[in-house]
């Protein structure tokens, strides 16, 4: 199998849950996150986010599957032009979406927990 093979080419949307860079308390929101070469990948127009900054200042994430599975991983800042582009077309279906410049974080997923 290839990487791609391996890791799916899909958007769906989760739960990315970050620990807040201000009150330590868990941040929980509902983001299409696109899975890519075994890695989980989220994006936005901008940084300006609090799921955003918190992983700035926090790189640990946990990603709440649909069926409650978690998923816990490192998230890091994408400066791949050509990988911030890939995510965005598997992301968006329409030229428009895809096609225009996004912030994105691409997470590495270390192990999974139901709770």
Known sequence: MN????????????YLITKGRRSGKEHRVPLRLVRYNGK????????????????????????????????EGIARLVDDESLCRIVSMLKYKDDARASMNRVVIEIEVKGNSKE
Do not use: C, P, T
Request: net charge negative; proline share 0%.
């Open 3 to 14: 990487g791609d093979d391996e890791g799916g080419r899909e958007s769906f949307i989760a």
């Open 40 to 71: 989980l990948y989220a994006s936005r127009r901008d940084m300006n986010s609090d799921w955003m900054k918190n992983i700035l200042h926090d790189q640990h994430v946990i990603v709440e599957m649909a069926d409650g599975n978690r998923l």
